[in-house]
């Protein structure tokens, strides 16, 4: 294939900052040219974020950029080295087996990554043909874009450009290139690869590159790099606590998919709880179990001792570096995960016993395997009553005030009741729920309105996906394009997209991710 042709263009001026790292830590190259392409979707908000010209939106040369076959002006392709641990394993060296990074924009919105994937061979491609397919391109482009609209730290996705070019994986497919964006795709993995070395300079090279590039108040720190670990032990635990809370399930969490700077990055295998079961596999591949909805938490501090011992030569004390991720990763996790759970639950003030309170909901919802996003978008719309027995007919009061007749209540929660087996089992839960309401009283409608902006009426469920999959494979995009409309407002009511709230098809039972996906 041709190397890519230089395109004079009017576009942001690139801040290579990962490119003036010594070329220890990547080969520079250019990306393999993907004959014919096309554009199969465009997402305006990330173009926004990096101040693309929108004529270049809608030129005939943008599918040619973004397949990497034009070289954008400023860009130094490269791609980056990485080692790290599959699965628990120690895997040696990695790397961007099909990524190559073009450079970095920095403007008044922040320093943005732009990298594509699927894009050829690389150095670290370990025998594949490093290039990606259509169906996990869809994939990763709207799932970076909906975990943003979650407000889920993630990198996000700019664009698919497909070929008809043939790739094969368990069959032939075509060709497609994501183009990523990030404010940097450091791994946790890529702090392991020179430890692993027994390199302390290049680690020393690359903790600096991403204090004084991303986190410069860590500078100023005793020890910055102590500092540094104790910042990404905080990150990771806030962004487990948000795939928690939206029922998120990243099915390869691999130090080497782990970002430095506490993002969701690499979308492969996941998924989004549908009937909840905390042992639930996303990923086909995942043998053991590993990476389960509820082990999630722990891998990531097992991910963050993994980065801790490669920090040693720059903390120096095993002991120190230890407690760099015991003393803020479990507290910055549970600190999240109440508070989010706190306002998808719609109480809102905290309580001593909410923690139990919680617990006692997952175990609930673990026995009665309700839909878990469709459980409580239904519940925020539900009135918090209480029930008060007098010398009288029993009647219900809501916390705002206006009183309904007791033998309208299993009518009013019918919407909840209707998802259970057992409705009986749901009526206990409502009213432990509306005894814990109770005791921080809220008017309904506000209440009922916080709950709303918490719990996601759409999430990318994999039957979606492989909707809007099947139809692309037939040079059909309108699926993408509606799907990434709904899901930058997954918590508004949209009525022309009802249809992507309703509970899987008989069809989508038997769908399955691997790595893959």
């Known amino acids: ?132 397919v259509l169906r996990s391109s869809i994939r990763e482009f709207l799932c970076s874009e909906a975990m943003a609209g979650l407000g889920v730290p993630t990198t996000r996705a700019l664009c698919i450009i497909g070929a008809d070019y043939p790739v094969r994986r368990e069959a032939i497919e075509t060709a497609a290139v994501v183009t990523r964006v990030a404010p940097g795709f450091v791994r946790f993995g890529s702090f392991e690869h020179w430890s692993s070395r027994r390199k302390p300079l290049e680690l020393q090279q690359l903790a600096d590159y991403v204090i004084d590039t991303f986190r410069p108040e860590c500078r100023v720190a005793p020890n910055p790099y102590d500092a540094l670990l104790r910042d990404v032990s905080r990150r990771t635990g806030e962004l487990m606590a948000h795939w928690m809370a939206v029922g998120f399930m990243h099915g390869v969490m691999n130090t080497d998919n782990m970002s430095i700077l506490g993002l969701t990055l690499d979308y492969g ?82 309580l001593p016993d909410d923690e139990e309170f919680i617990g006692n909901t997952f175990a609930f919802l673990q026995q009665h395997r309700p839909d878990f996003t469709l459980f409580f978008r239904t519940l925020s719309k539900l009135p918090a009553v209480k029930i008060e027995t007098t010398a009288g007919p029993a009647t219900i009061e809501t916390t705002a005030g206006p009183r309904v007749n007791p033998e309208n209540q299993a009518k009013t929660d019918a919407p909840l009741r209707d998802q259970f087996i057992d409705p009986a089992a749901c009526d206990a839960w409502l009213a432990s729920w509306r005894a814990r309401q109770a005791q921080t009283p809220w008017a309904d409608a506000e209440r009922q309105s916080a709950m709303l902006a918490a719990n996601p009426k759409y999430v990318l469920r994999n039957w979606l996906a492989e909707k809007a999959i099947r139809l692309a494979n037939k040079k059909d995009f309108s699926e993408v394009h509606r799907l990434l409309t709904c899901l930058r407002k997954p918590y508004d009511e949209q009525p022309e997209f009802e249809e992507y709230a309703a509970l899987p098809p008989d069809w989508a039972r038997g769908l399955e991710v691997s790595c893959s996906s």
Not at 23 to 51: D, H
Not at 116 to 126: E, I
Request: with cysteine; charged share 15%.
């Open 1 to 132: 294939m041709n190397a890519p042709q230089s395109l004079p263009l009017e576009f942001p001026v690139f801040d290579n900052s990962f490119a003036a790292l010594p070329e220890a830590f990547y080969t520079r190259l250019q990306p393999q040219s993907l004959p014919a392409p096309y554009v199969v979707g465009i997402s305006s908000e990330v173009a926004e974020l990096l101040g693309l010209p929108p004529a270049l939106l809608e030129s005939p040369e943008f599918a040619e950029i973004f397949a990497g076959n034009r070289q954008l002006p400023g860009a130094e392709p490269l791609a980056a080295v990485y080692s790290g641990h599959q699965f628990g394993v120690w895997a040696g060296q990695l790397g961007d087996g099909r990524a190559h990074l073009l450079g970095g924009l920095r403007n008044d919105l922040g320093h943005w990554e732009i990298q594509l994937k699927g894009a050829g061979k690389t150095p670290y491609s370990r025998g594949a043909d490093g290039r990606a």
């Open 269 to 350: 295998p996941f998924g989004f709880m549908e009937a909840f079961d905390a042992g639930h596999i996303c990923n086909h591949s995942d043998h053991q179990g590993r990476y389960t909805y509820r082990n999630q938490p722990h891998v990531g501090q097992w991910n963050l001792y993994r980065l801790a011992d490669a920090f040693l030569p720059l903390i120096k004390s095993p002991q120190q570096a230890r407690a760099a991720v015991d003393d803020t990763y479990g507290d910055a996790f549970a600190m999240a995960f109440e508070r989010l759970m706190l306002a998808k639950l719609g109480l809102r003030n905290g």
